[in-house]
């Protein structure tokens, strides 16, 4: 996945604005602390071939190829009992809050959040 599509899925599938703030800045820090590291990896004492950095720059592709797909497995799984739960609230006869979307609820609270994947 590339960053502009990380940053995407961040940008949508969070509400509000310190919890997205909060996540950029998470994904950041993440992000340079990578980018520190990953240099670390390849030693001069395994040149020319560097096993070491390959096999870490391996597990990291290995890493970024799965968690994507734990993500939206996660988001359709949350997106069903939204739609069960919503279900549910109509047979009882809640109504719907007006504006939902500018109440300060989380995405779990807001009952029309729906996750994007």
């Known amino acids: 996945m590339s960053d502009i ?3 995407a899925l961040m940008q949508k599938n969070i509400s509000g604005f310190t919890k997205k703030s909060t996540t950029n800045v998470i994904f950041f820090v993440c992000y340079c602390v990578g980018m520190i590291a990953a240099p670390q990896f390849f030693k001069s ?3 020319p071939g560097y096993s070491e950095g390959f ?3 391996i597990v990291c592709w290995v890493i970024l190829i799965v ?3 734990v993500l939206f497995y ?3 799984i949350e997106n069903k009992k939204k ?4 279900e549910k609230e109509i047979q009882e006869g ?3 809050l007006e504006n939902e ?3 300060d609820l989380t995405d779990k609270q807001q009952r029309g959040f729906r996750y994007t994947y």
């Not at 739609?83 to 919503?86: A, G």
């Open 55 to 57: 096999k870490m720059m």
């Open 94 to 96: 809640k109504e719907a």
């Open 5 to 7: 599509t990380i940053f």
């Open 74 to 76: 996660y988001y359709y």
């Open 45 to 47: 004492s395994q040149a």
């Open 67 to 69: 968690l994507p797909w």
């Open 101 to 103: 979307e500018f109440l």
């Open 83 to 86: 739609v069960k739960n919503e």
